[in-house]
């Protein structure tokens, strides 16, 4: 069964106080929910109308299960702590194997 990803690149982070909040309920969501940390806050490089600004990995055992955990009530919670805090292109990706 394919793997599933969220991948998460900010272009802008406006309110660092509602993104701090975010972090505290995401983590646990995202643990809940079978996510694992790929990448987080590393260096970055970006190409063609890419920004180098923070820039999230986490891989889930499945596609579903990746789509589920963001659907879940608690990282539900989460993205509305986070708000307009953030500006970020956040995306649900299957894996190949």
Same mark, same amino acid.
């Given at each position: 069964?394919?793997?599933? &990803?969220?991948?998460?690149? &900010?272009?802008?982070?406006?309110?660092?106080?509602?993104?701090?909040? &975010?972090?505290?309920? !995401?983590?646990?969501?995202?643990? %809940?929910?079978?996510?694992? $940390?790929?990448?987080?806050?590393?260096?970055?490089? =970006?190409?063609? !109308?890419? $920004? *180098?600004?923070?820039? $999230?990995? $986490?891989? #889930?055992?499945?596609?579903?299960? =990746?789509?589920?955990?963001?659907?879940? *009530? !608690? &990282?539900?919670? !989460?993205?509305? %702590?986070?708000?307009?805090?953030?500006?970020?292109? #956040?995306?649900?990706?299957?894996?190949?194997?």
């Amino acid at each position: 069964m394919p793997k599933g &990803y969220w991948v998460s690149a &900010y272009r802008t982070i406006s309110d660092p106080e509602k993104l701090a909040a &975010y972090n505290k309920l !995401a983590g646990p969501a995202v643990e %809940a929910g079978g996510g694992r $940390i790929l990448a987080r806050d590393g260096r970055v490089v =970006a190409h063609d !109308a890419g $920004i *180098a600004q923070r820039t $999230i990995l $986490i891989e #889930f055992d499945s596609f579903e299960q =990746a789509v589920a955990t963001h659907e879940s *009530a !608690a &990282y539900q919670e !989460a993205l509305v %702590a986070l708000s307009d805090g953030v500006e970020r292109d #956040f995306r649900i990706v299957e894996g190949i194997d």
